[in-house]
């Protein structure tokens, strides 16, 4: 079973780009039928699927956030990393990134507290 590790600041202003990274071990990142999500979880209220990137390196977004998003990979360093741009207090959040087998759901990271203030 794989092992996920968020990390990245937590702590960013408003109108600036969020930036997380996943590192992923005891698996590739690359192995077929692998996904990787990004999930967040903003205070008091339920989780909310950000994206995904593939096995293959496609990704897929969440209509309200598309236009904000941004999933990448680093196979050398078997991470993955997720960027949000031009943040508000209303992306304050635990942000998850979480492994699927196909339609199975696996690992989920610890996840890493992000919040947006000035």
């Known amino acids: 079973q794989v092992q996920l590790q968020e990390s990245g600041p937590g702590l960013v202003k408003p109108s600036e780009t969020l930036s997380l990274t996943c590192t992923v071990a005891?698996?590739?990142?690359?192995?077929?039928?692998?996904?990787w999500s990004w999930i967040r979880q903003p205070p008091g209220k339920g989780l909310e699927w950000i994206g995904v990137i593939v096995y293959d390196g496609s990704t897929y977004y969440s209509p309200s956030l598309k236009s904000r998003t941004s999933i990448s990979r680093d196979t050398s360093k078997n991470q993955i990393s997720l960027q949000l741009s031009s943040v508000t207090p209303e992306d304050t959040a635990v942000y998850y990134c979480?492994?699927?087998?196909?339609?199975?759901?696996?690992?989920w990271g610890q996840g890493t507290q992000v919040t947006v203030s000035s």
């Open positions: 005891g698996g590739s990142i690359t192995t077929n039928h692998y996904a």
């Open positions: 979480q492994q699927r087998t196909g339609a199975i759901w696996g690992s």
